[in-house]
């Protein structure tokens, strides 16, 4: 998710699950090629399980990217099909690729031609009308000739006019039966869902349909819900860690970063969901937007009031969520 998923908040993610498999943000093919390649691809060892998230429409962009991710150790590299914003499609990438369905297999193969990462393919059901089976399905078809083996789809159309990132994520009604109908046409194919995924009963019902499903904006507002992944659908033992214990592991982090120049508000806004649904969650929230914190000098009130708020309050939402099968998605 551009503007969340950076490798701060994916640092404090992996606190709370070691098996999760996380995404970075949207990253430019150009940004690569032409920016600070260690500030947009380093990252902590700790946050394996991690997929780069790319966003291009030149096969020779790719090309050359791939050649320069090898150097970082990804586990997976995606290719984003499915973003809806107005900076992506000025850029000839994001969901209007959809509606060249062989440009985007070349840009597949410029990856697979030059690297043994898994390279994962994320998109919509559909774009502006073309809001039927057999359009995904012919976008589909030649990426899995190709040799792609992974789909992502967000079971919603994305509509390129009239609607904001905001509304495309929340307006065009979500389409499960579309990617049922898919996986049953592709059942060789490994097709995980996104869309609309926060309540557990609709999670359950769906898991068994497909081959995992992965969440994003949940994770974002109720982050603590990672905490149950490894015990629920890798067989570990239980946590036994607390909020508190998870912003005790995050301090250390975060004052290293200080020290290199991050701003604090850079890190601590990810915390804003750890206690979500939580009683008295407007406390940490205004904590984390106070004066203390935004003078970046001093963590310890932070600690402090989540060893508070983990004594007083309980949950007040109990779900849990799986994710994926053999590889979670968060």
Known sequence: MIDVTDRHCRYFLRLMSKRARLYTEMITCPAIIHGDRDYLLDFDSSEHPLAIQLGGSKPEEFALCTQIINEYNYDEININVGCP???????????????????????????????????????????????????????????QEAGCQTFIIHARIALLSGLSPKENRNIPPLNYDRVRRLKRKFPDSQIILNGGIQDLNNIQSLYGEFDGV?????????????????????????????????????????????????????????????????????????????????????????????RKLDNETQDLDNNEFPLRQNSQHA
Request: glycine share 6%; charged share 25%; with cysteine.
């Open 85 to 143: 914003s107005e900076r992506v499609q000025s850029g000839k990438f994001g969901a209007v690729l959809m509606k060249e369905p062989e440009l985007v297999r070349d840009c597949f193969l410029a990856i697979k031609e030059n690297t043994s990462i898994p390279t994962t393919i994320k998109c919509r059901i559909g774009v502006d009308e073309f809001d039927d089976d057999a359009f995904l399905e012919n976008f589909i078809s030649p990426l």
């Open 214 to 306: 992965m969440l994003g904006r949940e994770i974002s507002k109720n982050s603590f819900l990672l905490s149950k992944v490894d015990e629920m659908f890798f067989g570990e033992s239980p946590n036994v860690f607390s909020r508190a214990d998870i912003v005790e592991q995050f301090i250390p982090y975060m004052e290293t970063q200080l020290e290199k120049g991050v701003r604090a508000h850079s890190m601590t806004r990810h915390l804003i969901g750890l206690y979500h649904l939580q009683k008295f969650s407007r406390q940490w929230r205004h904590l984390l937007s106070s004066n203390i914190i935004k003078s970046e000098k001093d963590f310890s009130g932070m600690l402090e009031l989540a």
